[in-house]
C-alpha cells in the first residue's frame, strides 16, 4: 500500500508531466500558426509580385497605345477605358487579397483558438479538482478529529 508521500509524489509527477504534455501543446499550436502565417504572407506577396507585373505590362500597352493615337479624342477615349481598367483591377485585386487575408488569419488562429478552449477547461478541471479535494481533507480533518 502506498504511503501518503509516495501518493504525493506519484501526484505531483502526473500533475508535471500533464503540465508539459500541455506546455508542449501549446507550443505545437503557435509553431503551426507561424508557418500558417509564413505561408499565406508568401501567397500575398506572389500576389503582389503578379499584380505589379501585370501593372507595369498594361502600363506598356498602354502606352504604345496612346502614342498609336491620332486624334485628342482617341487619347481621350483611351485614357478613359484604361482608367476605367485600372480601378476594375484595382478592387478586384483588393477582394482577392482582403478574402486571402481573411482566410489566412482565420485559418492560423484556429490552433491558438483551441488551446485557449483546452486552457480554460483544463483550468475549469484544476480548479473542480483543488475544491474536491479541499472538501475532501476538511472533511479527514473533522474524522480524524
Known amino acids: ?28 499550436a503557435f509553431v503551426r500558426a ?3 502565417f509564413t505561408r499565406g504572407f508568401e501567397q500575398l506577396s ?35 477605358k484604361y482608367t476605367q481598367d485600372s480601378i476594375e483591377t484595382f478592387l478586384n485585386e ?10 489566412i488569419v482565420k485559418e492560423a488562429t484556429g490552433p491558438i483558438a483551441e488551446r485557449f478552449k483546452a486552457t480554460v477547461s483544463n483550468g475549469a478541471a484544476a480548479a473542480q479538482a483543488t475544491a474536491t479535494a479541499a472538501v475532501n481533507a ?5 474524522q480524524a478529529a
Open 1 to 28: 500500500m502506498k504511503t501518503e508521500k509516495q501518493k504525493g509524489l506519484g501526484s505531483m509527477e502526473k500533475a508535471y508531466n500533464d503540465f508539459a504534455t500541455f506546455s508542449q501543446d501549446n507550443i505545437d
Open 34 to 36: 507561424n508557418a500558417t
Open 46 to 80: 506572389k500576389n503582389f509580385v503578379a499584380l505589379a507585373t501585370r501593372s507595369v505590362e498594361d502600363a506598356v500597352e498602354a502606352s504604345k497605345r496612346f502614342a498609336a493615337c491620332k486624334s485628342i479624342g482617341e487619347v481621350v477615349e483611351l485614357q478613359g
Open 94 to 103: 483588393g477582394k482577392k487579397v482582403q478574402d486571402l487575408s481573411t482566410a
Open 138 to 142: 476538511a472533511r479527514n480533518s473533522k
